[in-house]
């Protein structure tokens, strides 16, 4: 099969138009990774070049030998991406230590994937062994009103959290674990990996302070769902803020307990705090 007519293509590739349209792309603003599944490597393989050399990750990802991803590529802007897939995505192989990859097709102009590899490769390597390989998607986007809350708000995850989820009676449902954040770092490399990937054992969300978030999930519309519903509740939070500092009424504690028990969801006791 031709690797643009595969369905795993096409939903990567919609995500990232998606995602430019809801603004949170601005250049070449974000990264996207897919952990492809062996019956999907097998039916795009014939396209496959192996003559690229092996370049370290910048970490190790022990848990991640042997697997195939695609990725968006470093400096490509996700406008593009539908545009003009081969020269701005690529898929790639990880060697049988974990610490190198190659890439296989795509990204056919030259280039690299996203600098942000190694935050995708360590949040997929917590991710796959925490939800037994069911979470495929890791999803790096610049949303607007996450990082502007990160400019009047405690840099914790609990305050996050319990403001995210007053913000939309749904969202303790969609994020019952709640939202990670890490303190301003610099990006790309491998600390701010470890500090993401930390928190992804924890939480599906990790904000990034001034820079954006990185979602987690099982395929292309529930990550890109809950990357949506934490950025709905983050406008909404921004605009009350705006109107009025402080919230003449809002969802209380109870009303929490209440909900988790109705829709049979557990929710951490760390954000149920008297307020
Ligand atoms: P890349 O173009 O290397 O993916 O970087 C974009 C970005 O958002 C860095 O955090
Ligand atoms: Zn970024």
Known sequence: MRVLDAEFIKGFIRLATDGFNQG????????????????????????????????????????????YFLVTGSGKFFRNVELDPEVNIAIIEIDELGEHYRILWGLCEGGRPTSELPSHLMNHEVKKQQTNG?????????????????????????????????????????????????????????????????LMKKYDVAIWA??????????????????????????????????????????????FRDLAHDFKVTLPEQFLYEK
């Open 24 to 67: 949170w792309h601005e250049r070449n603003g974000g990264n996207l990774t897919y952990r492809i599944k062996t019956e999907e490597v097998n039916s795009v393989k014939e396209n496959f070049n192996t003559n690229n050399p092996w370049m370290p990750i910048g970490t190790t990802v022990k848990g991640l030998a042997l697997e």
């Open 134 to 198: 069911l979470h495929r998607v890791i999803y790096h986007c610049h949303t607007t009103n996450v990082i502007a809350l990160t400019f009047v708000l405690p840099l914790t995850d609990e305050v996050f959290t319990r403001e995210l989820w007053e913000m939309a009676t749904e969202c303790p449902v969609v994020f019952p674990d709640g939202v990670g954040v890490v303190s301003w770092m610099v990006p790309g490399g491998r600390d701010i990996a470890i500090a993401t990937s930390e």
């Open 210 to 255: 001034h820079h954006g978030i990185f979602c987690s999930g099982m395929d292309f519309d529930l990550t890109f769902g809950l990357a949506h519903t934490v950025e709905k509740s983050a406008e909404i939070l921004v605009k009350v803020l705006s109107i009025r500092p402080d919230k003449l009424q809002t969802i209380t504690t109870k009303n």
